[in-house]
């Protein structure tokens, strides 16, 4: 079975300042993660994965996450959030490389505001 | 390509009423499911597909029930509406998990349904 903890239902910063946003999953194989990011009113739409390979993993709008494996992380960050950053943040694991579950699993969301 | 779509977009229903929402997809994904996303709780399974004739229970499967005759559409079945099924319903298409390839899903932009 797999599972994700998001740390913090809301963060807020300010603009410039260090985006953090924290996420800790379980999984018995090897896990495929991902981050996801939803504007008000819209759907998900894929910020970055990590599958297998490098840990520390880039994605759109300046985002990267390091993948973790002794701290079962995978904490999203950005050096200096805009406000168009403002956005809630799923972080997800899914079956792997070595399969498992079918289901990709989704933590309860971050809202992150950020202020001018 | 459109990508995942849905409809309708908003919809109102009396308790009792039955609708289908619909979700279509033209990338050719083997892997379709259902989510709704309610204030707090983060994106919850309700049904999935891995396949044109094969569905399963997600985590709140209750009140709800599709079907998966092609490819391409996955619609959701609301058999008799409650208020507790107000809520937002994305639908999500991937290639396949758990088979060694990268199963990040694709949404599409959501349905809103109220309940009365």
């Known amino acids: 079975a797999q599972s994700v903890t998001q740390l913090g239902s809301h963060v807020s910063v300010s603009e410039g300042a260090l985006v953090l946003l924290r996420c800790n999953y379980s999984?018995?194989?090897?896990?495929?993660l991902f981050w996801y990011v939803q504007y008000p009113n819209q759907g998900l739409q894929l910020l970055l994965k990590?599958?297998?390979?490098?840990?520390l993993v880039k994605g759109i709008n300046g985002f990267e996450a390091e993948f973790k494996k002794s701290e079962t992380s995978f904490h999203l960050t950005k050096p200096s959030a805009h406000m168009s950053d403002a956005a809630e943040y799923f972080c997800?694991?899914?079956?792997?490389?070595?399969?498992?579950?079918?289901?990709?699993?989704f933590g309860k969301g971050t809202k992150l505001t950020v202020n001018p | 390509n459109a990508g995942v779509t849905q409809t309708p977009k908003f919809q109102v229903l009396k308790t009792g009423q039955s609708m289908t929402l619909q979700c279509a997809q033209d990338?050719?994904?083997?892997?379709m499911s259902w989510y709704r996303q309610d204030p707090g709780m983060g994106l919850r399974l309700i049904h999935y597909?891995?396949?044109?004739?094969?569905?399963d229970q997600g985590e709140v499967p209750n009140g709800y029930n599709v079907s998966r005759s092609t490819t391409e559409d996955f619609p959701l079945r609301l058999l008799s509406a409650a208020p507790s099924q107000t809520s937002v319903y994305f639908c999500?298409?991937?290639?396949?998990?758990?088979?060694?390839?990268?199963?990040?899903?694709?949404f599409g932009p959501g349905t809103r349904l109220t309940v009365l």
């Open positions: 990338m050719n994904h083997e892997y």
């Open positions: 997800a694991v899914g079956g792997g490389f070595q399969g498992g579950s079918e289901k990709l699993v």
């Open positions: 999500a298409s991937s290639l396949m998990p758990g088979t060694g390839l990268s199963n990040e899903q694709f």
């Open positions: 597909s891995v396949g044109a004739g094969i569905t």
């Open positions: 999984s018995s194989v090897p896990p495929y």
């Open positions: 990590y599958t297998t390979g490098a840990t």
